[in-house]
């Protein structure tokens, strides 16, 4: 298990912009697809993103015209970038690998996770 690291949330208005980021240690991130995912207030977690090694991207159809997926394996980052935010976006957000047969079965242990407020 990899410890995952999830960055960049915080409290933004409906209609903003968030960057999230998501690094692993050593070659982690290179090496695997990422997903992200996202866990509302009292609801279940839920599959977000996936980003493959070559930097193709599949987004879930609440998010897709608003958000993107994108690497870059140099630095070892993955980011999710987030416009247009809306009240239901509010989660905490988590990247993983995720399994090739199930995106919404993770691979890794899950790390913190990081924190997005939209406000009305």
């Known amino acids: 298990q990899v410890q995952l690291v999830e960055s960049g949330g915080g409290l933004v208005q409906a209609g903003g912009s968030l960057t999230l980021s998501c690094t692993a240690s050593g070659s982690f991130i290179s090496d695997n697809a990422i997903a992200w995912y996202r866990q509302p207030p009292e609801k279940q977690r839920e599959f977000v993103a996936r980003?493959?090694?070559?930097?193709?991207?599949l987004l879930a159809d609440s998010v897709r015209k608003r958000f993107t997926a994108s690497r870059d394996n140099s630095k070892k980052v993955v980011f999710l970038q987030m416009s247009s935010l809306r009240s239901e976006d509010t989660a905490t957000y988590y990247c993983?690998?995720?399994?090739?047969?199930?995106?919404?079965?993770?691979?890794?242990?899950w790390g913190q996770g990081t924190q997005v407020t939209v406000s009305p």
């Open positions: 980003i493959a090694r070559d930097g193709s991207a």
């Open positions: 993983n690998v995720p399994s090739p047969r199930n995106w919404n079965q993770p691979l890794n242990s």
